[in-house]
């Protein structure tokens, strides 16, 4: 028996979600009809305010609601070491290894010439002016990206193009198996990754 359209409708919009299929989405709906009306609207007032209340850090790029966002304000990082990531969900799983002293620089994808993801789609402007700006003493660029094919071609594509600069060049080490998404590692496997880097 088909559900109602309002409760059919709501259910193929949570079906929308990465990794959320039909039964997931189901069960998403049917616990918010059990939900009080209040707890429905303060949940929608967030989603209808989540644009207004988060921004984009102007150093880093990362999701954050004052900019710069706490990391980059934070005096006790290193400054001089910067870890590239593809999303904003990458520093909050590499954050969570409490191993890394740096910053971050948020790209906002991957390489990915046969979606139209070209280099310019991406921050890489950003990093390259980011680099070359004479407050910053950038020493040590690290590559935290995917072990995937989009994350390999972003990797190649940086390496040579930052190669001209002064500055060392690592990637995390293969404590990620290849095809692991770094939001979902572990953090003992996250930090051994972050503390096993080598150079490129």
């Known amino acids: 028996m088909p559900y109602p359209s309002p409760l059919q409708t709501l259910i193929d919009q949570f079906a929308k979600f990465p990794g959320i299929g039909e039964k997931t989405a189901q069960r998403f709906v049917f616990y918010l009809l059990r939900q009080p009306q209040q707890e429905l609207l303060r949940m929608a007032k967030l989603i209808m305010n989540l644009r207004d209340a988060i921004s984009m ?101 940086l390496s040579k193009l930052l190669k001209q600069y002064t500055v060392k060049l690592t990637r995390l080490a293969r404590g990620l198996p ?17 503390k096993s880097r080598r150079e490129l």
């Open 57 to 157: 850090c102007s150093l880093c790029h990362n999701y954050t609601d004052r900019s710069p966002c706490a990391i980059c304000s934070n005096a006790s990082r290193d400054k001089s070491v910067v870890c590239v990531v593809s999303y904003s969900h990458d520093v909050a799983a590499l954050e969570k290894t409490a191993e890394f002293p740096g910053v971050y620089h948020v790209l906002g994808g991957n390489i990915n010439i046969l979606e139209g993801m070209t280099p310019d789609k991406i921050r890489v402007k950003e990093l390259v002016e980011r680099l070359k700006h004479p407050d910053t003493k950038i020493r040590e660029i690290i590559f935290g990206f995917n072990p995937d094919l989009e994350g390999e071609s972003t990797c190649l594509y």
């Open 178 to 194: 290849r095809g692991a998404d770094i939001e979902y590692a572990d953090e003992i496997t996250l930090g051994e990754a972050l």
